[in-house]
C-alpha cells in the first residue's frame, strides 16, 4: 500500500526559506508523478506545484513560480518542495499527492492523483 509522509512544516517569517518533503514508501517511486496542494484555512485546496515521474517536466501555480521549486530524489523516494521568498499568505497546509505514470487529466486537479498525505503546516508570520 502506498503511503505518503509530508515533513519540514513550521513557522516562518515572511522573506523566509523552507524546505518540504515527501517521502512514498510501498511502491516504486520513480512510477509516479508528484505534486503540492496547499490549503488555507476557510479556503479551497488549490495545486502548488508538480514534477513528472522522470523528473523531466515541473509545473507550478502562478502564485508560486518563481519562488518555489518542486523536484525529486528517485533514490530517496523522495519529493522536495523548496520555498523562498515566503509570504504570508502562503501560510496553509500543504499536501504531498502522487499519481502512478502520468495524471490522465492533468498535472494541476487534486481529483487526477492516486494518493495523498496528510499534510504538513506551514506558517508564515509577518
Known amino acids: 500500500q502506498v503511503q505518503l509522509v509530508e515533513s519540514g512544516g513550521r513557522l516562518v517569517q515572511a522573506g523566509g526559506s523552507l524546505r518540504l518533503s515527501c517521502v512514498l514508501s510501498g511502491d516504486t517511486f520513480s512510477n509516479h508523478a508528484m505534486a503540492w496542494f496547499r490549503q488555507a484555512p476557510g479556503d479551497e485546496r488549490e495545486f502548488a506545484a508538480a514534477?513528472?515521474?522522470?523528473?523531466?517536466?515541473?509545473y507550478y501555480a502562478d502564485s508560486v513560480k518563481g519562488r518555489f521549486t518542486i523536484s525529486r530524489d528517485n533514490a530517496k523516494n523522495t519529493v522536495y518542495l523548496d520555498m523562498n521568498n515566503l509570504k504570508v499568505e502562503d501560510t496553509a497546509v500543504y499536501y504531498c499527492?502522487?499519481?502512478?505514470?502520468?495524471?490522465?487529466?492533468?498535472?494541476?486537479?487534486?481529483?487526477?492523483?492516486?494518493?495523498y498525505g496528510q499534510g504538513t503546516q506551514v506558517t508564515v508570520s509577518s
Open positions: 499527492a502522487s499519481n502512478f505514470g502520468v495524471p490522465s487529466g492533468g498535472y494541476y486537479d487534486w481529483n487526477e492523483y492516486d494518493y
Open positions: 514534477i513528472s515521474w522522470s523528473g523531466g517536466s515541473t
